[in-house]
């Protein structure tokens, strides 16, 4: 007899382990090594994440059945996907019996503080790289894999599953992907879209032309300006998604736009550029985690000097002093 559909039945071995984490997930005294086993579990296989997002889905239509445990360990009668569903139902009102909602059915928040990035794995396989100060709320159900982007950037790795489509939302836009790796950045006054493989769909916020919805190619860049037309360009992607190794990479970029950018990973001192100079190019590689060294270099390239003041470092044009050039490292506090 044929199966009712193509994808091979979950073992009630995994359909009973997804329940106990369900439980375990809901108790008081949860650890975060509890979720990190969690975490470490699904990665396993993919019936493990199968097993225990049907869990989950069957969240709410659970109820009636006393002993789930004793449910969900009985030998079937048929290996049928309305039989794992059953099952799933069962394994699910463990979890119900503590009173606590599940995180597919609420959204979980991740934060990153000032400085920080942080790559995550979620419970579909997909991973997540959260830039410095950003914060998403995921949401994971049978029909839907939702992120919204609250503030700041992040990068999707999305794994495959065309039954649920990948949403990420921000500032009333969404970007539905289509099995692939891209950037969200959620900025003052608009959003902007990097695709790196694959192909998303980017429809436009509520209230606007929907005919402004477009479905991108990799390599490309959309910026969404409030106020503006969609402006689509291609930049060099190694230098684009740089951030994720703790670099900033600038091509001819106004010292302005670049010291912003190295302001925004400077945990303890921001950096000031007179205005005498901050519209001078620069180009080059810097880390991030040194927004000192990035103020040096700068100061050697441009005739400039740098002073270090408690909670900022500001950067101006060295005086000239007679006999000496303009761009000597003397000129450098």
């Known amino acids: 007899m044929m199966h ?12 009973a382990d997804a329940a106990v984490w369900l439980a375990r997930l809901g108790s008081e005294d949860r650890s975060r090594e509890d979720e990190q086993r969690l975490r470490r579990w699904l990665a396993e296989s993919d019936e493990h994440r199968r097993a225990f997002l049907e869990v ?8 009636g059945i006393s002993d789930p445990a004793e449910f969900c360990l009985k030998e079937p009668h048929r290996e049928t996907r309305r039989a794992v569903l059953a099952g799933a139902a069962a ?24 400085g920080e990035v942080r790559r995550i ?11 410095t100060d950003s914060r998403v709320d995921v949401r994971l159900t049978s029909s839907w894999r939702t992120v919204d982007l609250v503030r700041g950037r992040a990068h999707f790795d999305v794994a495959a599953d065309r ?13 539905t992907a289509l099995g692939t790796a891209f950037d969200v950045a959620h900025e003052p006054g608009g959003v902007t879209v990097l695709l790196v493989e694959g ?13 402004a919805a477009r479905l991108m190619s990799p390599g490309e860049r959309l910026s969404l300006r409030q106020g503006q037309l969609p402006r689509l360009d291609r930049p060099d992607i190694a230098a684009a998604v740089a951030w ?21 990973y400077s945990r303890y001192r921001h950096l000031s550029v007179e205005e005498a100079i901050a519209d001078r190019r620069v180009s080059g590689s810097y880390a991030t985690q040194n927004i000192e060294s990035f103020a040096r270099s700068v100061a050697r ?12 470092i500001v950067l101006r044009l060295a005086p000239v002093q007679p006999g000496k050039s303009l761009d000597s490292p003397d000129t450098i506090s």
């Open 4 to 15: 009712e559909d193509a994808t091979p039945p979950i073992s009630r071995a995994a359909l």
């Open 56 to 63: 989950s889905a069957c969240w709410e239509a659970a109820g």
């Open 91 to 114: 394994a699910s009102v463990a979890a119900a019996a503590g009173g606590w909602r599940l995180w597919t059915s609420a959204p979980e928040s991740t934060v990153t503080e000032v």
């Open 121 to 131: 794995a979620l419970a579909d396989g997909t991973a997540l790289t959260l830039d």
């Open 163 to 175: 039954t649920r489509p990948f949403v990420v939302r921000a500032e009333g836009r969404t970007v």
């Open 199 to 211: 192909r998303v769909a980017v429809q436009p916020a509520e209230g606007v032309d929907r005919s």
């Open 244 to 264: 994720q190794q703790g670099q900033l990479v600038f091509e001819n970029c106004s010292l302005s736009e670049a010291v912003a950018e190295m302001n925004r």
């Open 301 to 312: 390239l441009i005739g400039g000097e740098v002073e270090m003041q408690e909670d900022r």
